[in-house]
């Protein structure tokens, strides 16, 4: 194993988010698991159907939670040169990739729907639907307070991987509300059509929802940085510092929500203290980790 005097822990865990991100899993689960018993005990295939369905959730949400556990257990291993906060983002991108599979799924299902219509038991879904809110609005309330609590500490900087598990509940919760306001119109009015649309406009904001997070997380993954607001910043410093410096390279990486690490290659006919510069860099605390390198022209 090896080890350097120097710490790469730049990402603090959000441990409110791990709570209750694990509180939400288990509810999911419980919930999961009573509706797929009661859907083969009393024969119902739209209890049993909810059921699986939740089942994909739980597993966002469980791999959010595992997220959190890795990250923190390896956030002191020196393999992990840049830090591990990338496990989170990692995790982030696979549920927006799960995300746009409930997407199409819920799409090619109302679309059978509208071709072959099939009779619905409308008080019974009704109700499947209903407890089926109530139970993630208290999951998305948890992960919501986790998200508040986590920007009151680090100002408007996203917790990608709480806002995958965030998203995953509220495309649930979004997905009963429209059932509901379907199955309500179905019963009073017989507009069954409403049911399979209702399930269509739902799959369309969980795909703008989930290529949102694809963006976001992807483009962490993948280091594209370079247009970030401190990188004028940093330029701004190296210009000021001394006129006659060349930028010979500039890498920009992400290591937590509001942190990067900084690595520059210049070029200067004089000598250039490095210690100096990066005592200019370090007044932005946004840069955890500065490296320089200084060529002879």
Known sequence: MLNFSHNHNFHSANLTAKKNTLYAMIITISMMIAEIIGGIYFNSMALLADGWHMSSHALALGLAYFAYIMSNRYKSDARFSFGTYKMEILASYT??????????????????????????????????????????????????????????????????????????????????????????????????????????????????????????????????????????????????????????????LKVANDKYTCIISLNSIDPIDINLIKKELSKHEELVHIIVEIYPK
């Not at 072959?116 to 948890?142: D, Q, R, T």
């Open 95 to 252: 549920s927006a990739l799960s995300l746009l599979v409930i997407a199409f799924l819920m799409i090619y299902h109302s679309i059978l729907k509208f071709i072959n219509p099939e009779s619905i038991a409308y008080k019974e879904a009704i109700l499947i639907a209903i407890i089926g809110l109530i139970v993630n609005l208290i999951c998305a309330w948890l992960l919501r307070s986790s998200h508040d609590h986590h920007h009151n500490h680090h100002h408007h900087h996203d917790d990608l991987n709480l806002k995958a598990a965030y998203i995953h509940v509220l495309t649930d919760a979004l997905t009963s509300i429209l059932a509901i306001v379907a199955l309500g119109f179905g019963l009073l009015f017989g507009a069954d059509f409403l049911d399979p649309l209702m399930g269509i406009i739902g799959a369309i904001l969980v795909l703008v929802w989930a290529i949102g997070l694809l963006r976001q997380s992807g483009k962490i993954l993948l280091d594209a940085n370079m247009n970030e607001p401190i990188i004028s910043k940093v330029v701004d410093i190296l210009r000021l510092f001394r006129s006659d410096i060349e930028i010979k390279d500039l890498h920009l």
